[in-house]
């Protein structure tokens, strides 16, 4: 599986930006997905979670509320939805997936990552 993540960039406190995670490979619709973050000088934290069938989401603390993760299949894609962002929310962020079909929390392949700035 390989895995593409874009739709970072630059973005005002209290802006919105849609990330979007594309997945190559014929096991998508039976791969939980999840995206990931990295800021500057500190470890990478996870931030939302999907199951294959989409019917189970989860998500941070720190994210809840404002932070919506979907995916459709037929497409091969995961999003990540942000609203209310902070200048917290600054980081790298990746997408993952599992290398075994219909598990979650192991996290095996990761896409690049695509930087999402916040200004105060």
């Known amino acids: 599986v390989q895995l593409q993540a874009f739709g970072g960039g630059l973005v005002q406190a209290g802006g919105s930006l849609r990330l979007s995670c594309a997945a190559s490979g014929r096991s998508f619709s039976r791969l939980a997905m999840a995206w990931f973050r990295q800021a500057p000088g500190k470890e990478r934290e996870f931030v939302a979670g999907?199951?294959?069938?989409?019917?189970?989401?989860f998500y941070a603390d720190s994210v809840k509320g404002r932070f919506t993760i979907s995916r459709v299949n037929a497409q091969n894609t995961v999003y990540l939805r942000m609203n209310g962002l902070k200048p917290e929310d600054t980081a790298v962020y990746y997408c993952?997936?599992?290398?075994?079909?219909?598990?979650?929390?192991?996290?095996?392949?990761w896409g690049q990552g695509t930087l999402v700035t916040v200004s105060s």
């Open positions: 993952a997936t599992p290398r075994t079909t219909s598990t979650y929390g192991q996290w095996d392949y």
């Open positions: 999907i199951m294959w069938s989409g019917s189970s989401t």
